[in-house]
């Protein structure tokens, strides 16, 4: 892919943040990681998880738990969770692959229903209130990510949106290598035609148990960054909503191109952001969206610019 | 990709180490030229019918009435829909306190919603003045210098009310209990009341918030024996108890259904033939006074319902926010909030008011009664005061808080 588009990405999102509310500009990044990750699963290995959620809400409490009452900074709490992630991916994904379809889609959900349930009743996830005022705390022990710069008469949280900023690039690079290796080749063989990719003698389920637990464990790192910028860990982070939101995400911007996660996490979290004051209607009209989407331009925003331009994004 | 993994590293350390930290300059006068009030409460779910849209109209009542202005500067309010989660409260609080210049935010019905946000606003020093949530832990635990709970706590509602029951006899209690911050405090506090007059609870269930079917939990609270049934719920959950409580016949055989939390909006909900009787705790009634009833007929005229304890204690406490900054020349939040605590609090809302070093408004409480079909007068005439208590009876004394703002 081109230099120069990668490039002007990055200086966007090294200069976003005196632009637009560092805060909005964090959640976006975490769920375009989010999605990304979900992308990873559904664009390349074909493999439709309705359970990411957990991932996602795991990982969340996870990492606020220990950086709320064990003291861990920051890059410890997000590594806890993104491991914690990863560990809960690979029960998962040992138990869905199993099955195809939506025999599979069905076992994710029903065992992301499960973290659900011990979300709600454990004692230490609060249940309905959420695990709140979780601390930033101090990178590596010496920054510290809760500072607030004022400067042109903005409240500018940099430390902060740095921190996450690099979360986002780091994950992000880590999709981009898995799908331009020769793992990431034979993912694609085995989404296009899994028995041929059998015959080619590759174990088809240990390529899918992998790039399942690397996208969880992504999706992990996501929500342990959303629980420190947002200071809270909530069942809206763990219910199927979530779930849900991130396969809406992913197909909005384009399945199975890289920048289109991207493309969709932008758009839904800022339709969410924009309309919140229409309440409940936000799901109508996100609906509708999603509609007008899937009848008039099947490969997404960036997939049909993709087309246009004839090249692959 | 390594080329790239450098410059971004690169930006990254001149990013921050370009943002040299400046010193925001102390505020004398309005902050930002305006005063903004944010009205941040749940305007679609279970509590929308006792604070909602009514709450902005009360706010906006209090706005107008001031003049529109304070220090020859502009008041404006703003609202938003917290959904009952405390994910979006915190999310839309924060953006206010760092982008929309708002100054206060009222309203913050729902627990989990008020905590959040009240952290937030300590945070960024921004004042809370909650009128919707009934948490206790907001004025002791998690207390800060700069919330104030207004309109009541649940120490109070389970004293004023939960005394009045067990000393007419309802000495065993078994609990229906919203599962999150509000209805647990609310269960733990009436708990203790009962048991301190001899009483005993003989157990409890819990259930999600926004529950549509209570079967399951009245039939358990029914085989339980106990005689009275505690509703530690709110809004469209607690209506929704009772009337199919009505179903079960429940109180038919024997059994009182009691709530500890219950507003006007609610009785008119079940109408008076379902609610008759029953005794609850209130920090207001718009029946209660001349000055009450001027007001909520105004109220009225504009909302097409009389006003709950939550939609007049926010007008209330707009108010009283508003001469804050008059009397102290400047909406800085440190002397707003030493202003508010040193002004008696006397308006149609509260009688005897004032705020205390936890942030608890402590004012008048009373104990109201469901009038029987026959006594009612008028649509809203629905209510009668059996018994007023005194602010420094009804809610919890300064010396039991554990709230680290009291000095000992």
């Not at chain 2, 104990?367 to 602010?391: A, F, H, N, Q, R």
Request: net charge positive.
């Amino acid at each position: 892919m081109n230099r120069t588009l990668w490039l002007v990405l990055l200086v966007a999102g090294l200069a976003a943040p005196f632009v637009i509310y560092p805060v909005f500009v964090m959640e976006l990044l975490c769920f375009a990681l989010f999605a990304c990750a979900f992308n990873l699963l559904l664009g390349y290995s074909g493999l439709l998880s309705f359970g990411h959620a957990a991932f996602f809400g795991g990982a969340a409490y996870v990492t606020g738990y220990l950086v709320k009452n064990a003291g861990l900074t920051p890059e410890l709490g997000v590594l806890a969770g993104t491991l914690f992630a990863g560990a809960l991916g690979f029960v998962f994904g040992s138990l869905a692959i199993r099955r195809q379809g939506i025999y599979f889609a069905m076992i994710t959900l029903a065992l992301a229903q499960i973290i659900y349930f011990v979300a709600i009743k454990a004692p230490f996830t609060g249940g309905e209130d959420g695990l709140q005022d979780i601390p930033r705390g101090r990178l590596l022990g010496m920054l510290d990510l809760d500072h607030v710069y004022h400067l042109w008469g903005k409240t500018l949280e940099l430390n902060l949106y740095y921190f996450v900023f690099a979360l986002f690039c780091i994950g992000f690079w880590l999709v981009h290598r898995t799908i331009h290796s020769p793992f990431g080749q034979v993912l694609k063989a085995i989404r296009e035609n899994e028995p041929r990719a059998v015959s080619l003698g590759y174990k088809v389920e240990r390529f899918k148990l992998i790039a399942f637990v690397i996208s969880a464990s992504l999706a992990g790192m996501a929500g342990s960054a959303k629980a420190l910028v947002f200071q809270l860990a909530s069942l809206t982070d763990v219910n199927w909503h979530t779930s849900g939101e991130v396969v809406l995400m992913t197909l909005l911007g384009g399945l199975g191109t890289v920048l289109g996660p991207l493309a969709g996490a932008f758009t839904v979290v800022t339709l969410h952001s924009k309309l919140s004051a229409i309440g409940s209607w936000v799901t109508v009209v996100i609906g509708a969206i999603f509609v007008i989407c899937v009848l008039a331009f099947r490969r997404g925003f960036v997939g049909e610019l993709g087309r246009l331009l004839k090249r692959s994004l | 990709m390594n080329v790239m993994l450098r410059k971004a590293l690169a930006g990254m350390l001149i990013g921050v180490l370009a943002s040299t930290p400046a010193l925001a300059a102390p505020a004398k006068g309005i902050s930002d030229n305006v005063v903004k009030i944010g009205v941040l409460t749940d305007m679609s779910g279970v509590y929308s019918a006792i604070g909602g849209k009514g709450t902005l109209t009360a706010v906006e009542m209090a706005v107008a009435d001031f003049g529109g202005t304070v220090l020859g500067k502009p008041i404006q309010v703003v609202s938003a829909d917290h959904q009952n989660k405390a994910d979006i409260a915190s999310t839309k609080a924060r953006e206010w306190f760092d982008t929309g210049k708002v100054d206060m935010v009222t309203g913050l019905l729902n627990s989990a919603c008020a905590l959040a946000v009240q952290k937030i606003g300590a945070d960024k020093k921004r004042i809370t003045m909650n009128t919707g949530a009934g948490s206790t832990d907001l004025t002791n635990k998690d207390c800060t210098p700069y919330g104030i709970h207004y309109a009541y706590d649940n120490y109070a509602l389970a004293n004023v009310a939960g005394s009045a029951i067990v000393s007419h006899g309802g000495k065993s209690w078994y609990f229906i209990t919203a599962d999150y911050a509000f209805g647990h405090s609310l269960e733990k506090n009436t708990s203790n009341f009962v048991q301190k007059l001899g009483g005993k609870v003989v157990g409890s269930v819990r259930h999600p918030l926004s529950t549509a079917d209570f079967s399951s939990y009245l039939l358990q609270a029914q085989s339980s024996g106990a005689k009275v049934i505690g509703l530690a719920n709110a809004g469209g959950d607690f209506t929704n108890a009772v009337k199919q409580a009505r179903e079960f016949g429940i109180v038919q055989k024997g059994q009182t259904i009691a709530g500890m939390l219950v507003f006007d909006t609610d009785v008119k909900s079940l109408g008076l033939n379902t609610a008759q009787g029953m005794q609850f705790a209130s920090g207001f009634y718009w029946d209660r006074d001349k000055a009450s009833r001027d007001w909520s007929k105004r109220f009225y005229a504009k909302h097409k319902a009389m006003p709950t304890m939550d939609q007049a204690g926010a007008y209330s406490a707009t108010m009283n926010y508003l001469k804050a900054i008059k009397a102290a020349g400047t909406d800085d939040p440190d002397a707003v909030m030493a202003k508010l605590r040193s002004m008696n609090i006397s308006d149609f809302f509260a009688v005897n008011g004032k705020i205390r070093a936890d942030g608890r408004m402590v004012h008048d409480m009373y104990l109201m009664e469901v009038k029987k079909p026959s006594e009612s007068k008028g649509e809203w005439d629905i209510l009668k005061i059996i018994k007023t208590v005194p602010g420094d009876q009804a809610f919890m004394p300064l010396s039991e808080s554990v709230c680290s703002q009291v000095k000992k």
